[in-house]
């Protein structure tokens, strides 16, 4: 009889919200901000990116701002992610500052999205690999 008055009860059970808020952010397309961490993500950066070629790449994506608030060694940290895969994180003073400016905005707990560029991956004919690196359009934290 329980499963029916459960079912049944006019009473709604509250769910939490997975909802999160996505708060766009641009600045001009400048691209001054580099991602920190980018040479412990070179294979999902090549998988984003394309084959390596001789002169390297210059790809635009939409990078996501994810805030891990559950990282022991860094309570500020801010995953930066592009279609889904982790390729790095700001820098903890870049990443505070952004916070701040979440907060600022009213928006804490909102997943930036802004404009990011993959450059580099190029490879040599005698088969040496320069790294890919990202740079991030993001205008709240110029100082």
Sequence with gaps: MGIFTNLFSPKTQ??????????????????????????????ALEAIGGARVPKGISRF????????????????????????????????EDAIRYRHQLIVKGTPNAIGQCQAVIRGGWISSDGRKGDYEVWLDLPILHQ
């Design 14 to 43: 509250e769910k939490a919200s997975t909802k999160k808020e996505i708060i766009s952010l641009t600045d001009g397309l400048k691209f001054e901000l580099d991602v920190a961490g980018t040479e412990q993500y070179q294979a």
């Design 61 to 92: 994506e939409t990078a996501q701002l994810i805030l891990n608030n559950k990282n022991p060694l860094d309570p500020n940290f801010v995953c930066v992610e592009i279609r889904g895969k982790q390729v790095g994180s700001l820098h903890p």
